[in-house]
């Protein structure tokens, strides 16, 4: 009897996916559950599906969550959220050397670790990923302003700002290409495209989904109580940033018209990799 039900308790992990960390929830269980609600059958190859969330069963015998800092997708929400369960994750993650690393990044200049792309596939990896033009748009009304190696050039919050800052930062880019780097990096790596993370995640949100089933994956992703809320919570202003002329910026670039034609196009060409391999997200 002893060894019929040892054998099944096997078979149930194997079915899982994964054997869950004493403090961590098996994660394959909770994807294979996910995509059966979602009416759709577990993949075994993919890590990607048409899902407002993507949940993949591909994971190791033993499951670690990680949370995948893409830089201005509420990043900073997610990891003040889960240090308050006491999960260090991001910028709260031991950085300090390759061995401590929860994942291994890529390396590029003036980035700090968590805003860098993983090298390499994330086994059990969860990112949130945002329409790229409302990404920058924000990037813009929190920063208002762009780095040119260590000098900064500042724009006012408003139409006028928004299309020479955008019209500097995709110049920047293609210097950054010219001198061989990834075109990107500017801003601490504000830039880089989204698909640069997402592609080694497991898991994959939709910032639109943040207060519905989006929520409710992250909180099954990590183990966190039902009951526990997102924290509203915003990035840590430059101190040459009023939180007034935050507000007042996002809601003046959000009308109609106010983005350029040349600008808006520019901008979708230098996203092109997040919109072809991630606009059922957005």
Known sequence: MRVWLFLTFELALDFAGCRALPDRPCLGAGNSLLQSFAGKRPRAKSRVSPNSMVAAPKHGRHCSPQFIHIPKVAGTAIEETLRSYGIMQGKYANWTSPTTRPYQVERFRNCPAHHRPPSAHVEGGLCIVREPISR??????????????????????????????????????V????????????????FFAQWRFARRADVIVSHRELHGQGWDRIKMHFGLPGNATLMKVGPRLPRFVQTESVQVCSQLVKRPGCLEDENKMRLEVFFKEDYEHLSEFF
Do not use: T
Request: glycine share 8%.
């Open 175 to 190: 210097r950054e290409r010219h001198d061989g780097y990834i075109p990107g990096s500017v801003n601490r790596c504000h």
């Open 136 to 173: 920058a748009l924000s990037e813009f009304c929190y920063i208002q302003l762009a780095w040119i190696g260590k000098d900064k050039v500042h724009f006012k919050p408003d139409c006028e700002g928004l299309n020479a800052w955008v019209r500097l930062m995709m110049d920047l880019a």
